[in-house]
């Protein structure tokens, strides 16, 4: 896939939420550039970019990549550190904990809303003005959003020259999001999907498990491609090595089973409400 401004984008990360700081995500990251990831995505409210960043480069160190330009990055701008100032300061945090020479990409985590601000309009664009001014410096290559609905890409678009050019949200079967996808797919925004496995809730459904039985292959790995046939990047979790393997690897699903599966009810996951966490 291409960003808006031709920087591409693998179609497959690997997710490090809630994988610790340390050896264990160390080791994580290794083994995903081993199996062939060049995409991984961190943030700073993780508390891992430290162990992303060790386990790039132990990966050069050992031949799995050439140097870290093979591996695109993304990394986000925690909720406390929203407003023009703040946003630049915690970016240079986090280029220190990745100790990398730049940023592949850079989001805010969530919009500020109501709940926590007075004007949570005014904060966000603030704040986005100060991810513009790194993308024209080049400290980063491409910048976006996380968990922004279309009426706060909307008030964005009201202020800047540019748009957002990725918003990751919550999206697996049972949880399609699909006014915000379709928002994004027209104003040139690629969507991405952390926990494209609804937190594990999607595994042991009956459905999903006969249908992935027909493609011989595992629940994941059919939600996963459902995902990537529609044009979302996605961005599975795991520690083992095998499933890492697996998660890279998709087929085409036919029409009829795709028919079936945006239809699927909700099955649990997060759904939090961006205009309604208190976080």
Request: charged share 25%; proline share 4%; net charge negative.
């Amino acid at each position: 896939m291409v960003l808006r401004n031709g920087i591409e984008i693998p179609d497959t990360g690997f997710g490090t939420w809630n994988i610790p700081y340390g050896e264990v995500c160390e080791r994580a990251v290794f083994e995903a550039l081993r199996a062939g990831y060049r995409h991984i995505d961190t943030a700073g409210a993780y508390g891992n970019e430290k162990s992303v960043g060790i386990g790039v480069r132990e990966a050069v160190k050992e031949g799995i990549i050439k140097d870290r330009s093979e591996v695109f990055i993304t990394s986000k701008l925690w909720n406390t550190n929203r407003s023009y100032n703040k946003a630049f300061k915690a970016f240079n945090k986090s280029m220190r904990n990745l100790d990398l020479d730049y940023i592949d990409l850079y989001l805010i985590h969530w919009p500020a809303n109501a709940k926590r601000y007075k004007h949570p309009r005014e904060v966000n664009i603030d704040t986005w003005k100060a991810l513009c001014e790194l993308y024209e410096e080049g400290l980063v290559k491409g910048i976006g959003v996380s968990n922004f609905l279309p009426h706060h890409m909307e008030e964005l678009k009201e202020t800047t020259k540019i748009l957002p050019m990725v918003n990751q949200i919550e999206l697996h079967i049972g949880y399609m999001q699909e006014e915000v996808v379709e928002y994004n797919k027209a104003n040139g925004i690629i969507t991405e999907a952390y926990s494209p496995l609804g937190t594990g809730t999607l595994l042991e459904n009956e459905t999903l498990v006969r249908m992935a039985d027909k493609y011989n292959m595992s629940v994941a790995k059919l939600c996963l491609s459902f995902l990537r046939q529609r044009g979302i990047v996605v961005l599975p979790k795991t520690v083992s090595p095998y499933r890492m393997r697996e998660n890279l690897s998709y087929v085409n699903l036919e029409e009829e089973d795709i028919k079936i599966l945006l239809k699927m009810p909700y099955m649990g996951g997060h759904a939090h409400n961006p205009d309604e966490v208190e976080f």
